[in-house]
């Protein structure tokens, strides 16, 4: 009986530890790649339309309302030309003229909110999202440190993998529509 315990002590200790990643990449293939902030995955946030979630992201630099609109209409493609440093400096960032500390919890959970609506309204990413079960999420191309970054790696994979197991074995259906104030009567995928 003890030579049958250290024979499947010996054999569990030689199996492999599997663990599921996968790797967000802006330029990537997969279909997992969908959740890049730089992807086209159009969602309404607080009546602004964002093309991306990059775009969304980049306008917080910016404290006038209406250059906000146009950077969060802007395509993944364009959006890197908004960049600027100049939040660093205070650490403040805007929504539609008001300030937010970007080290405080209220800004994460502003941020949260605004994935949230993404995933709502954007079929593709919500689908993308999902279909990422049983993976742990990575970003290695994002940077590391909250005071010189809009929203560090770890911020980034910590709101979606919260967002995946907050709708969990839900169904996946959810038709949006647009505001009627741009103009579309249709649903949204």
């Not at 999902?130 to 909250?146: A, F, I, N, V, W």
């Not at 259906?173 to 649903?187: A, Q």
Request: aromatic residues 12%; hydrophobic residues 30%.
């Amino acid at each position: 009986m003890i030579d049958n315990l250290s024979s499947n002590e010996s054999e569990q200790s030689n199996q492999l530890v599997v663990i599921k990643t996968t790797d967000i990449c802006a330029k990537g293939r997969h279909l997992e790649d969908i959740l890049s902030n730089f992807c086209n995955n159009d969602f309404c946030y607080d009546g602004v339309q964002c093309k991306c979630m990059a775009a969304f992201l980049q306008s917080l630099k910016y404290k006038d309302e209406k250059q906000q609109r146009d950077i969060c209409f802007t395509f993944g493609d364009c959006v890197s030309k908004y960049s600027n440093a100049d939040w660093q400096k205070d650490q403040i960032v805007w929504w539609k003229g008001l300030p937010m500390d970007r080290q405080s919890p209220e800004y994460l959970d502003f941020v949260n909110e605004a994935y949230q609506s993404m995933f709502l309204w954007c079929g593709r990413f919500r689908n993308a999202l999902m279909e990422t079960e049983g993976k742990q999420l990575l970003y290695d191309s994002g940077r590391k440190d909250p005071y010189k970054t809009i929203l560090t790696d770890q911020e980034f994979c910590k709101i979606l993998t919260d967002l995946r197991e907050l709708h969990k074995g839900e169904s996946l259906n959810y038709p949006r529509m647009w505001p009627s104030s741009y103009g579309v009567d249709e649903d949204y995928e």
